[in-house]
């Protein structure tokens, strides 16, 4: 049983925490916060342990939130810390886990060189084994790669062109925009994520562009992929069909908006509407020759939550990746 550590417990952190509690082979140890929010009373309530800065202990205590401890206490307790904490925090948090010799997953908000590896488990599992700090990419990228890494089965994929339409903002960002407009990100091309999934896939030759929209929802890929070979359409649906963590949506069920994506999720009844899968809309699925086009929607709050499970026993050589990739998505009922 390997003990996790929860630091920052935002969007992604009570996620993460969440799962694992359903891992069989994992224990949480605790979260870490800074503030005594809504968030820290419902992990309290939910009986989850909080540790806190040492400033910080008497404004938790007088909330009505115990505090279990200081961060560097939950570090100690641990066998691997998740750093679920914002953009660029988890790099200042690094020195306190070399200081106790603990592994750490990082997320895609961080730079790539806080890590000895950048992570997606249908792409490099084998390579992260070990890795005493692992980065978790970014939404985006872990969907780019999924979608990149399954294609390269039908036939070498040489080349990448993709378009990634960004929601603006989480649902309870509320100061976060734009409300009414669409703003490229950046007016330059290529965008940031061409260089993330470079850090994965190294030599790959792909560009990028990125607009920010006004929804909470969900993300939407438009991908066009130059393969070596010329390839079958139904040799694409099938791979696409076959491959755990992504979903082909049939057009049948008249379901190609974010919107109902996002019903779908609540009808099903899942945790806080999340859809780990990335959603490939199988009419969308265009093959002409060595070329293929297709879109999907990326659900950015919940899509990472399945790699950090994978990190975690990569990093501490728990599994080889079918078996993680199998537990992973059974303890969280993701599809296929
Ligand atoms: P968030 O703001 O929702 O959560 C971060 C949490 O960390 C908050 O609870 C905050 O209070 C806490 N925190 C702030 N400073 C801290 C400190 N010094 N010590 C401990 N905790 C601290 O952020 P998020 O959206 O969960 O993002 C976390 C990471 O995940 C980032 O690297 C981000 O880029 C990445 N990520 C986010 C998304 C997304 O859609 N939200 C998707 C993929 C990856």
């Known amino acids: 049983m390997i003990s996790v550590a929860v630091n920052g417990y935002g ?10 509690l359903k891992q069989p082979d994992m224990r949480l140890v605790g979260v870490a916060k800074t503030s005594p929010n809504y968030e820290a009373f419902i992990a309290h309530r939910k009986g989850i342990k909080i540790y806190v800065p040492q400033q910080s202990i008497k404004k938790f205590e007088e909330s009505g939130i115990p505090v279990a401890g200081t961060i560097e206490d939950l570090v100690k307790a641990s066998d691997i810390v998740v750093d679920t904490t914002p953009n660029g925090v988890g790099a200042q948090y690094k020195p306190i886990y070399q200081q106790f010799q603990r592994n750490a997953i990082f997320q895609g908000g961080e730079k790539a060189e806080v890590a000895d590896i950048s992570f997606s488990a249908l792409c490099n599992y084998d390579e992260a084994l070990g890795k005493k700090y692992i980065r978790v990419v970014s939404c985006n990228t872990t969907a780019l790669l999924r979608t990149i890494c399954t294609i390269n089965k039908v036939s070498k994929v040489e080349k990448v062109r993709a378009t990634i339409v960004r929601r603006a903002a989480d649902q309870k960002e509320v100061k976060k925009g734009p409300i009414n407009s669409l703003v490229p990100d950046p007016a330059t091309v290529p965008s940031h994520h061409a260089k993330d999934v470079n850090s994965v896939i190294k030599n790959l ?10 929804t909470t929802l969900m993300h939407m890929h438009f991908i066009n992929i130059t393969l070596k070979d ?7 649906l099938s791979v696409l069909e076959n491959t755990p963590r992504i979903v082909l949506i049939s ?12 019903e779908i999720a609540r009808d099903l009844k899942r945790e806080r509407n999340d859809i780990p899968e990335v959603m490939v809309f199988d009419d969308s699925v265009y093959v002409k020759d060595n070329e293929v086009m297709l879109m999907y929607a990326v659900h950015q709050e919940s899509i990472v939550v399945p790699e950090n499970m ?3 026993r990569a ?22």
């Not at 969007?11 to 993460?16: C, D, E, L, N, Q």
């Not at 030759?205 to 006004?214: C, E, W």
């Open 251 to 262: 057009s049948k069920y008249d379901a190609e908006a974010t919107a109902e994506l996002v």
């Open 230 to 236: 010329k390839v079958e359409k139904k040799d694409v």
């Open 315 to 336: 990093s501490t050589r728990l599994m080889n990746a079918e078996d993680s990739i199998r537990i992973t998505n059974e303890s969280l009922g993701i599809l296929k």
């Open 205 to 214: 030759d792909i560009v990028t562009m990125a607009v920010i929209a006004p």
């Open 11 to 20: 969007t992604i952190g009570k996620r993460v925490a969440d799962a694992i």
């Open 310 to 312: 994978d990190a975690i």
